[in-house]
C-alpha cells in the first residue's frame, strides 16, 4: 500500500483510495494529548523545582512521577499499534506487514524495558 498526504494536509492517506489512514492512537487522539500535556506540566513543574533549589529526593520523586506517565502513554499507544495496525495486518492477510509490524512492536517494548 503506498501513502500520501491528503489534501488537508493533515495525515497519511491511502493511495488506492484517497481515503485517511486511521494510526492505532486516532481514536484516542484527544486523551493522549490530554496526559502528554499533563505531562508537560509535571516538567515545567520539576524545572521549577531546580530552579528554586528544592529538596534532591522530593525533585527526585516528581521526575519518577513523569517518567510514570510517560511510560503509560508509551504503554497506550503500543497498545493501539498492536489492536489496530498488527490487527489489521493480519486480517488483510499481509504478512510482510505482519512480521514487520511485530517485530517493529518487539523493539519497542526492548526500548521501553531499557529506559
Known amino acids: 500500500m503506498t501513502t500520501q498526504t491528503n489534501s488537508a494536509g ?3 492517506t491511502d ?3 484517497g481515503e485517511a489512514r486511521l494510526r492505532g492512537y ?3 487522539k ?3 494529548a490530554k496526559r502528554l500535556s499533563r505531562i508537560e506540566g509535571q516538567v515545567r513543574g520539576i524545572q521549577r523545582m531546580i530552579e528554586d533549589d528544592t529538596y534532591c529526593i522530593d525533585v527526585l520523586t516528581q521526575v519518577s512521577a ?10 497506550g ?3 493501539g499499534h498492536l489492536r489496530h495496525c498488527v490487527s489489521h495486518a493480519v486480517q488483510a492477510g499481509d504478512e510482510d506487514a505482519t512480521e514487520r509490524m511485530v517485530t517493529e512492536a518487539s523493539k519497542a517494548i526492548e ?3 531499557k529506559a
Do not use: I, N, Q, Y
Not at 513523569?66 to 504503554?75: G, Q, R, Y
Open 111 to 113: 526500548r521501553l524495558l
Open 26 to 28: 486516532s481514536m484516542h
Open 15 to 17: 493511495e488506492s483510495t
Open 10 to 12: 493533515s495525515g497519511p
Open 77 to 79: 499507544l503500543l497498545d
Open 30 to 32: 484527544d486523551d493522549f
Open 66 to 75: 513523569a517518567t510514570k506517565a510517560l511510560h503509560a502513554v508509551a504503554l
